[in-house]
C-alpha cells in the first residue's frame, strides 16, 4: 500500500511539472500589407506550428530631430493603420494566433529609431505630446482587440534615455488602457541600458547580436559567438526576475549574416541559405530550452506566403527556405 501511494504521489508530480511548463512563444513578425488578409494569409502560420504574431502599424517622423509623429492616415498602407490591426487580429484569431500589438516608428529614408533625439527642450515636449498620441491609441485599441502582448516601443535609445521620467509617467498612462502583457523592443546594443524594465512583463530584446564573422557561419561557431552575449541576456533576467522575448530575431540568407545581423544594405546580394540556417539554428539551441527565454518573433513573414521569399531571396524573410523547415521543427515543441 505505502508503495502503491509512493507511485501515486510521483504521478502526481510529474504531471504538475508538465502542466507548469509554459510554452513558448512561437511568434512571426507578421508584415503590414497594402489589403486585407484571409485565411490564405494566414495558414501558413498554422502550418509552420506558430501561435504568436506580431501586428506592427506603423507611425512616421520626418527626420531625426523633427517632434511629430503622423499616424492613421489615409495615406498608409491599411495594415499600418488601426482600421487593419482590427482586421489582421481578427483573421489571426480565426487560426488561434495570439497577438503582440507592437506599434513601431519610421524615419523617413530608413534612419535608424535609435538615434531620435530633439534639439531643444520645446521640441522633446512636442516629441512626448505626439509619442503620447500615437503609443496610447494603441495601447486602447489592444485592448480592444484582447491582444496578449502591447510591445510599448521599438529601438527607441536616445529618446528613452534621455527622458527617463517621461516613459516613466508614460508606462503608468499606458496600464490605464491596457492590463495585458507589456514589453518594450530594445535594440541588441541597448538592453542593459533600458530603465524601465522593473515596469514590463517581458524584457523585450531585438536580438541582432553578432557571432560571427565568417562568410557562412557554422552552427558551433555560432554557438561560441552566443556565450558572451547570453550570460549577460541571463543575467538581467534574474536581476529583474522577468522573462526575456526576442521581439525579433531572425537573419538574412546572405553571406555573413551573423557579424553584422541588424543590417539591411542592398549592396549584399550573394545568397547564402546554409548561413542563414545555420545562425537561426543556433539561437534555437542556445535559448530554447532555458526556463527564463520566453520565446521570441521570427523577422519577418509576409502575408503572400506562396509568393514570399524563395532560395534567390536575400532578405529575412524565411518563408519558402531551408531555414522555414527548421523553424517549424522548434516551433513544434513546446
Not at 82 to 108: D, N, R, T
Not at 158 to 175: A, S, T, V
Request: net charge neutral; hydrophobic share 40%.
Amino acid at each position: 500500500m505505502n508503495a502503491f501511494k509512493c507511485l501515486i504521489f510521483l504521478l502526481l508530480l510529474f504531471f504538475q511539472s508538465c502542466s507548469s511548463q509554459i510554452e513558448k512563444i512561437k511568434g512571426v513578425s507578421f508584415v503590414a500589407s497594402r489589403e486585407s488578409i484571409t485565411n490564405d494569409h494566414t495558414s501558413p502560420l498554422v502550418d509552420i506550428n506558430a501561435n504568436y504574431a506580431a501586428v506592427m502599424p506603423f507611425g512616421f517622423i520626418r527626420d531625426l530631430s523633427h517632434p511629430e509623429i503622423v499616424f492613421n492616415t489615409n495615406r498608409q498602407w491599411f495594415g499600418e493603420t488601426e482600421a487593419g490591426v482590427k482586421q489582421y487580429s481578427k483573421a489571426l484569431s480565426v487560426q488561434h494566433i495570439k497577438i503582440m500589438l507592437k506599434p513601431q516608428i519610421w524615419v523617413w529614408h530608413g534612419l535608424f529609431t535609435g538615434h531620435i533625439a530633439m534639439k531643444d527642450e520645446k521640441s522633446w515636449k512636442q516629441l512626448e505630446d505626439s509619442y503620447s498620441k500615437f503609443i496610447l491609441s494603441y495601447a486602447e485599441l489592444a485592448k480592444q482587440i484582447n491582444a496578449d502582448i502591447f510591445c510599448i516601443g521599438t529601438e527607441l535609445e536616445q529618446f528613452i534615455m534621455n527622458r527617463p521620467d517621461y516613459w516613466k509617467r508614460l508606462i503608468l498612462e499606458i496600464k490605464k488602457r491596457y492590463d495585458g502583457k507589456l514589453t518594450y523592443a530594445a535594440n541588441w546594443d541597448e538592453f542593459k541600458r533600458v530603465p524601465f524594465w522593473g515596469d514590463m512583463d517581458y524584457i523585450g530584446v531585438d536580438a541582432y547580436f553578432p557571432v560571427s564573422d565568417s562568410r557562412t557561419p557554422t552552427l558551433e561557431a555560432c554557438l561560441v559567438g552566443w556565450k558572451k552575449h547570453k550570460s549577460e541576456i541571463s543575467t538581467l533576467s534574474s536581476q529583474y526576475d522577468k522573462p526575456v522575448l526576442f521581439t525579433e530575431f531572425g537573419y538574412r540568407s546572405v553571406d555573413y549574416a551573423a557579424k553584422e545581423p541588424w543590417k539591411s544594405d542592398r549592396g549584399m546580394t550573394q545568397v547564402n541559405l546554409a548561413g542563414q540556417r545555420n545562425a537561426t539554428q543556433a539561437l534555437f539551441e542556445a535559448f530554447w530550452q532555458e526556463d527564463w527565454f520566453a520565446g521570441g518573433f521570427v523577422w519577418k513573414w509576409h502575408h503572400n506566403h506562396e509568393t514570399a521569399g524563395g532560395n534567390e531571396n536575400t532578405q529575412f524573410t524565411p518563408q519558402n527556405k531551408p531555414v522555414e523547415a527548421l523553424i517549424k521543427s522548434y516551433f513544434s515543441k513546446s
